[in-house]
């Protein structure tokens, strides 16, 4: 796609502005050690992008079979641990090109939003301090459908009150590029997702959003 005049960008969080990754494995895995399934870094790479219940059906494709009550009791098991370790997030975790990029681009009069599958978006958002940065957050709490269904995006673009057109979407995840495709914006990949031939844009640094937009 063209690279459009754009009014907005839409950030996913993990992975992008901050790096959970690890702790999302390391949860992960001790409820597939304590289920007994397997479950190692290249399953994980499977989880990058979607949500929690269908990270789950993942995990439990390498165990018995368990009732979608019991589903639910591991998916909230994952989230308390999930959190603990969120709980020892600081801004000092953000790279310091993450706020001078958003801070300029706020500079540029461009919208900011969050478009990410998880629910925890907000609090990580706290204890990263970028909270205010954004004009928009649309999370896991106000879809029904993650990545690779453009929802999230979708979403978030109406909050800003502006048409995905007008927008670019940043992500680190092949179903995040997939889901922005989807959904009619300009997507920007990075990290795992600037090798990704769908993406309209790529990039190896987070400071190269600025060139999306005039100064």
């Known amino acids: 796609m063209k690279k459009p005049i754009l009014k907005g960008i839409i950030f996913d969080l993990d992975g992008v ?10 949860a992960w895995k001790q409820i597939a050690d304590r289920i007994g399934a397997a479950f190692n ?6 989880l ?7 990270s789950l059906e993942i995990i439990l494709e390498n165990a018995k079979p368990v009732s979608d009550a ?39 009069g461009i919208k900011l939003a ?5 629910k925890n978006a907000r609090f990580i958002l706290e204890q990263i301090k970028l ?19 453009p929802e999230v995006f979708l979403k978030a673009a109406e909050f800003l009150m502006l048409e995905p057109a007008e927008c670019a979407v ?35 640094r987070i400071a190269e959003v600025l060139n999306l937009v005039n100064p």
């Open 170 to 204: 940043v992500e680190d995840a092949y179903a995040g590029i997939d889901a922005a495709v989807a959904g009619g914006f300009y997507s920007v990949g990075i990290g795992d997702a600037s090798g990704y031939d769908r993406a309209d844009m790529k990039i190896r």
């Open 41 to 46: 870094r290249e399953i994980n790479n499977r």
């Open 70 to 108: 019991e589903k639910l009791i591991l998916a909230d098991e994952k989230n308390a641990a999930y959190k603990k370790f969120l709980e020892t997030l600081s801004e000092e975790d953000v790279d310091g090109d993450v706020r001078m990029v958003l801070r300029e681009l706020k500079n540029r």
């Open 17 to 26: 502005l901050v790096h959970t990754d690890e702790m999302h494995y390391q």
């Open 48 to 54: 990058r992008g979607v949500s929690r219940m269908e």
């Open 114 to 118: 969050i478009g990410s599958s998880s």
């Open 131 to 149: 909270t205010d940065f954004f004009d928009a957050i649309s999370d896991g709490n106000n879809i029904q459908r993650s990545k690779p269904d």
